[in-house]
Nanobody, 126 residues
Framework: QAPLVESGGGLVQAGGSLRLSCTAS????????MGWFRQAPGKEREFVAG?????????VYAEFVKGRFTISTDNAKDTVFLQMNSLQPEDTAVYYC??????????????????WGQGTQVTVSS
């Protein structure tokens, strides 16, 4: 079983919203760094939003999603959410969540994460 499982992706029109969920199998999210990344066809995987338990800041966002996306956590349910509002066609990608316990590493670098989900497709039509 994959350590992380994403859900909530789908097809939405421009300006619409989606809420992605990332649930851990086992209690591996507690006190871990969390990151949401995305990868569009032909492009490298890029950072979207992250959670740093050691804070501040606890929540970190890529410039292109500030004010539109919000990351939140529910430790009781071992789940991390990514609320995405005002979606645009350029947000179309496979979205992945990742987690890692090594707090001294960055939250924005995908190479600094050990555990990944399988990804969920987000498609935004114009």
């Amino acid at each position: 079983q994959a350590p992380l499982v994403e859900s909530g992706g789908g097809l939405v029109q421009a300006g619409g919203s989606l809420r992605l969920s990332c649930t851990a199998s086992g209690r591996i999210l507690s006190n871990n760094r969390m990151g949401w990344f995305r990868q569009a066809p032909g492009k490298e995987r890029e950072f979207v939003a992250g959670f740093r338990p050691e804070g501040p800041p606890n929540f970190v966002y890529a410039e292109f999603v500030k004010g539109r996306f919000t990351i939140s956590t529910d430790n009781a349910k071992d789940t991390v959410f990514l609320q995405m509002n005002s979606l645009q066609p350029e947000d179309t990608a496979v979205y992945y969540c990742a987690t890692d316990a090594r707090h001294w590493l960055t939250v924005v670098n995908p190479h600094d994460y050990d555990y990944w989900g399988q990804g969920t497709q987000v498609t935004v039509s114009s």
